[in-house]
């Protein structure tokens, strides 16, 4: 087994790209998998969420990182917190933000994080990146980690400026480091079904991009009680099965495991050629 390793991206801040790294990581665990969630932004907004402190952690994803940077045997299991929910982290803080200095004359700089995360993915089915806000050399990283990107797009105007400078990005990233990069989807967010934007925006986002990317079918609403599941470090899988949110995730996962089954598919097809 080798864990499918998975990147939420994008640029813009307030998507949902933590939000939904948790609540699918989740979702996925309760159809069985076994998930791993990557902080990987300075800001430790995953590590919060799920219940950690992130000054009093001793071991990081920038404390495995700078272990490849200086040539050092690393234990990535060591850097592994468990989450009552069923998944795992390996967290993050502050010290990830002088990362991009020090990965800028690393050997291999590009392939630092992905030294770390190829040695869990035999342990796990899926493994999820939290992104940072921005495209240096973290998410650089974490691109290079992926073998596929899920884009969280908020359902507001103008969603989608900025989104070409992204593909773009995502683009040269596969032909230059990743050969194996595909964008898995782009998921909308934080829906108001009340107005008729949220509407106006998927037609856009699947006129602009729908014939090369997939748009998910599931769209996540936005709730309150969505965001009053931060201070809890819960889920809201957890805080309120029952809601619109809760069922919009777990619906976007079988979408997810939906292509996860059919790229395996197509890929046992290939083989027997």
């Not at 609540?23 to 996925?28: D, E, F, I, R, T």
């Not at 990557?38 to 994803?61: C, F, K, R, S």
């Not at 619906?251 to 197509?266: D, G, I, M, S, Y």
């Amino acid at each position: 087994m080798s864990g499918k390793v998975i990147a939420i991206a994008n640029q813009k801040g307030g998507v949902g790209k933590t939000t939904t790294t948790f609540n699918l990581g989740v979702a996925l665990s309760q159809r069985g998998k076994k998930v791993l969630l990557v902080d990987a932004d300075p800001q430790g907004d995953l590590t919060t969420y799920m219940g950690w402190h992130n000054d009093n952690l001793e071991n990081t994803i920038s404390t495995l990182m700078n272990r490849v940077i200086k040539f050092e045997e690393i234990n990535p299991q060591d850097a592994i917190l468990k989450h009552e929910e069923g998944v795992d982290l390996i967290p993050s803080n502050l010290e990830l933000a002088s990362m991009e200095f020090n990965l800028v004359n690393a050997y291999n700089r590009e392939r630092t994080l992905s030294k770390c995360i190829d040695l869990l993915k035999d342990k796990y089915d899926f493994i999820l990146i939290d992104c940072m806000p921005s495209l240096g050399m973290i998410t650089v990283n974490s691109l290079v980690a992926a073998d596929e990107v899920i884009i969280p797009v908020q359902s507001e105007f103008l969603a989608a400026k900025g989104m070409s400078h992204l593909m773009s990005h995502i683009y040269n990233i596969k032909h230059q480091i990743n050969q194996d990069l595909s964008v898995g989807g782009i998921l909308l967010t934080m829906v108001d079904k009340r107005t008729n934007l949220a509407k106006d925006i998927n037609m856009e986002l699947r006129k602009t991009y729908g014939k090369a990317f997939k748009v998910y079918n599931t769209y996540i609403p936005r709730a309150v009680k969505a965001a009053e599941t931060t201070r809890l470090s819960q889920s809201i899988l957890s805080y309120d099965k029952n809601s619109a949110v809760a069922l919009s995730y777990l619906n976007f996962a079988e979408e997810v495991l939906k292509h996860e089954r059919e790229e395996q598919t197509k890929h046992s097809r290939v083989q027997a050629r």
